[in-house]
């Protein structure tokens, strides 16, 4: 099997009058040696079923064919999506039964959209522009991944890799904590795209894990950080009053979970806020009558 090197990419785009586009978030892997660092990082097996959002031209797909049951690529671009089964063909025909080419925006897919056997992985090069909310949609709507291997820009792997109290630290971070355990699993340098990008990029590694024990559900937890880091520069009892209805409210849900009201969002863990929105909803349903 042949992995594709700058050359065979600018050939295929020029076959296909492709010229990578900003709108679409795409920058070609040109460089063979960074699929096979990414194939190996992700800790791939072989039973694993591989999603890749984005397969582009192929460079990634013909790396992880071999090395798993299948890869389900989720194409958006109908022109990409249908040169990629030729393209595994002429470079990796013995693999090519592995692939499934679903054509659709990874923002919108569902269970639904995909093969009956469902995606243990998610290995990709993310489009810069919507990285981290494809990767929250597929945590959320694609129960069966157990762990994730994505190349985003090195800004947006630093915020998901985030721990509280670092100046990066943000939803993101939080979101991604309540799906996985996250860490930054190495540097990506910017020549090995084509389109060179303006930023450097990076790996990040995550392994599902269940979620804080609590009554509160997703949306309601979800709810708490969106309000805590609206406003960074207020205090938590500030910030979430909105949410919580008013100010005092919000200083008691604070209080109930043990968080001092004066601190801010960044400090927090994901069961900080699990603990929040689980006092708020309680409270909630006691106003209303129902406990």
Do not use: C
């Amino acid at each position: 099997m042949s992995l594709l090197g700058p050359a065979e990419i600018r050939i295929l785009a020029n076959k296909l009058n492709i010229r990578p586009t900003k709108k679409l978030g795409q920058n070609f892997v040109i460089d063979a040696g960074t699929v096979r660092k990414i194939v190996r990082v992700a800790g791939l097996e072989p039973g694993d079923v591989v999603i890749e959002v984005g397969p582009g031209l192929g460079s990634l797909t013909l790396a992880l064919l071999p090395e798993v049951r299948g890869v389900i690529a989720v194409e958006i671009d109908p022109v990409l999506a249908a040169q990629l089964p030729l393209t595994v063909a002429e470079h990796a025909p013995e693999f090519a039964d592995r692939l499934t080419v679903v054509l659709a925006d990874a923002m919108r897919v569902l269970p639904a959209d995909l093969p009956q056997e469902r995606p243990t992985a998610l290995v990709a090069n993310l489009p810069y522009n919507v990285s981290v909310p494809v990767v929250l949609h597929l945590l959320e709507t694609q129960p069966s991944l157990g762990k994730i291997l994505i190349m985003v820009q090195a800004e947006v792997a630093d915020r998901l890799a985030a721990a509280p109290g670092s100046k990066v630290y943000g939803i993101p971070s939080v979101k991604a904590a309540w799906y996985a355990d996250v860490r930054r699993a190495g540097p990506v340098g910017r020549t090995v795209f084509w389109p060179a990008p303006n930023v450097d990029s990076g790996l990040v590694a995550m392994v599902r894990r269940e979620p804080p024990t609590t009554v509160a559900t997703r949306e309601e937890v979800f709810a708490v950080v969106d309000a805590a880091f609206a406003q960074r520069r207020k205090t938590l009892r500030a910030a979430l009053a909105s949410w919580a209805g008013t100010a005092p409210a919000a200083e008691r849900a604070l209080r109930a979970a043990g968080i001092d009201p004066s601190e801010r969002g960044e400090q927090l863990t994901v069961e900080d806020f699990a603990r929040i929105a689980e006092h708020r909803t309680t409270e909630s349903a006691a106003e209303s009558g129902v406990a």
